[in-house]
């Protein structure tokens, strides 16, 4: 129990935020709580992927640049089967994520027994999320360039909210689940036997660890919790088409989140999301009030010197950082 003690601190205090909400308004740093819910909804739609990339990539060293075709298979699913086949949402997000999953293992399958490692892995990934992009920009059933539009239809059997707080605790408790799921596998033998792999492969192979299976089990699990995401977005937009679910966005965020937060650790993607999106939407309302108009582009330039930072004075991340100043 001491070893989840931590994170069921961070889930309450997350679970307590919007008590906040009044006095964060009345402090001029949100513009209303549906910026601020809104703001907490797409962190932890990001925390959520980026924890599913932390499982093949923190803990099991695959790292792929490429977990946007999981994203975008999950929140295609979850709007084709709504508008097209009348599934309820409810259902249709499980199934997204056992479609994600079985995209991740039948990617997992083609390079991991072609022993595609490092870079050459990562590259493949970019490839696939690639050919989903073009695949769902050309293909009826997507709504092809037009995308997909979910209908508003409010109530909770639609998995639609009247207010966003609802989905802010829907969200919040996938992040919540994942978590201790985490950090279960952590302490699991299978957690174990991803470490050994990421650490040293042929070493783990020769000491009787079967390093394709444990890998394809962690590609599967890293795309079904992305896949799950994507639903979510699709759930809280009711829009998607081919460059938002598989656009290269999705890969970055997912990707630099545990990096920048702590990679190969449980709060590491929650941490870096926060950093990452807090910090862009800051630097964006820095500069809108000082210039009076808004410069495209400039979360990005924050997310590419953040992770500048973090690489050159905190390589563990600022989990790292904050672990390493506490333990002096």
């Known amino acids: 129990m001491k070893a989840y003690r931590s994170l069921l601190i961070v889930i309450v205090a997350l679970a307590a935020l919007p008590l906040a909400v009044p006095l964060l308004v009345g402090a001029g740093l949100f513009a209303g709580p549906n910026t601020f819910y809104n703001l907490m909804i797409f962190i932890l739609i990001i925390t959520l992927a980026a924890q599913g990339w932390n499982i093949a990539?923190?803990?099991?060293?695959?790292?792929?640049?490429?977990?946007?075709?999981?994203?975008?298979?999950?929140?295609?699913?979850?709007?084709?089967?709504?508008?097209?086949?009348?599934?309820?949402?409810?259902?249709?997000?499980?199934?997204?994520?056992?479609?994600?999953?079985?995209?991740?293992?039948?990617?997992?399958?083609?390079?991991?027994?072609?022993?595609?490692?490092?870079?050459?892995f990562a590259l493949v990934t970019l490839a696939f999320a690639e050919v989903f992009r073009i695949l769902a920009n050309a293909t009826p059933i997507t709504g092809g360039a037009a995308g997909t539009l979910v209908p508003l239809k409010i109530g909770f059997g639609q998995m639609q909210f009247a207010t966003p707080t609802a989905f802010f605790y829907l969200a919040l408790a996938f992040v919540a689940v994942v978590l201790?799921?985490?950090?279960?596998?952590?302490?699991?033998?299978?957690?174990?036997?991803?470490?050994?792999?990421?650490?040293?492969?042929?070493?783990?192979?020769a000491l009787g660890v079967d390093t394709l299976k444990v890998k394809l089990k962690a590609i599967t699990l890293s795309a079904a919790i992305t896949a799950a995401a994507g639903a979510?977005?699709?759930?809280?937009?009711?829009?998607?088409?081919?460059?938002?679910?598989?656009?290269?966005?999705?890969?970055?965020?997912?990707?630099?989140?545990?990096i920048v937060g702590g990679i190969g650790t449980v709060l590491g993607p929650l941490i870096g999301a926060v950093a990452l999106i807090g910090l862009g939407e800051a630097a964006k309302t820095a500069i809108h009030a000082a210039f009076g108009s808004a410069v495209p582009g400039v979360d990005l330039v924050v997310y590419g010197v953040l992770l500048i930072v973090v690489i050159a004075f905190a390589p563990r991340g600022l989990l790292g950082l904050v672990t390493k100043r506490g333990g002096r």
């Open 57 to 120: 990539g923190g803990y099991g060293g695959q790292f792929s640049f490429g977990h946007a075709a999981f994203f975008g298979t999950g929140a295609y699913v979850q709007a084709v089967l709504q508008t097209r086949y009348g599934v309820n949402a409810w259902v249709a997000l499980p199934l997204a994520m056992i479609l994600g999953g079985l995209v991740g293992a039948v990617i997992g399958t083609l390079a991991f027994r072609a022993r595609l490692r490092g870079s050459y």
């Open 180 to 205: 201790l799921f985490n950090r279960a596998l952590e302490r699991s033998r299978f957690g174990a036997w991803l470490v050994a792999v990421r650490e040293n492969e042929d070493a783990a192979r």
């Open 232 to 258: 979510l977005y699709t759930q809280k937009f009711l829009y998607i088409d081919a460059n938002i679910a598989y656009g290269a966005w999705i890969s970055v965020e997912a990707l630099l989140a545990p």
